[in-house]
C-alpha cells in the first residue's frame, strides 16, 4: 500500500503562492499517476490537476495556467505549485495516488485571503 502525507498549506493573500508537498512511503515510480483534489466547505471533492508516470499533466480548467503539478521520484514525492491565488481556491487539498488501488493523503489546508 502507498500512505501519502500532504504538507505546505496555511494562509496565504490573493494573488500570493504556496507549494504544496505529497510525501508517499514508498517508491511512487511505478504508480500510474499522482494527482491532487480539493474540497471546499459544504462543495463536493473536484479534481485539481493529475500527473501520469509518463509526464502528461492535465489540469482543471479553473487552476490552468496558474497551478503547476510535479514529482521527484527520487524524494516519493509530488507537489503543487499555487501561484496567483484567489480566495475561491480555499480548501483542503488532497493528494491521490492511482495504481492497482487508490490510495489518499490527510489532506492540508489552504486559505486564501482577500
Known amino acids: 500500500q502507498v500512505q501519502l502525507v500532504e504538507s505546505g498549506g496555511g494562509l496565504v493573500q490573493a494573488g500570493g503562492s504556496l507549494r504544496l508537498s505529497c510525501a508517499a512511503s514508498?517508491?511512487?515510480?511505478?504508480?500510474?499517476?499522482m494527482g491532487w483534489y480539493r474540497r471546499a466547505p459544504g462543495k463536493q471533492r473536484e479534481l485539481v490537476a493529475t500527473?501520469?508516470?509518463?509526464?502528461?499533466?492535465n489540469y482543471a480548467d479553473s487552476v490552468k495556467g496558474r497551478f503547476t503539478i510535479s514529482r521527484d521520484n527520487a524524494k516519493n514525492t509530488v507537489y503543487l505549485q499555487m501561484n496567483s491565488l484567489k480566495p475561491e481556491d480555499t480548501a483542503v487539498y488532497y493528494c491521490?495516488?492511482?495504481?492497482?488501488?487508490?490510495?489518499w493523503g490527510q489532506g492540508t489546508q489552504v486559505t486564501v485571503s482577500l
Open positions: 491521490n495516488a492511482q495504481g492497482i488501488l487508490i490510495y
Open positions: 514508498r517508491s511512487i515510480f511505478g504508480i500510474n499517476s
Open positions: 500527473l501520469t508516470a509518463s509526464g502528461d499533466a
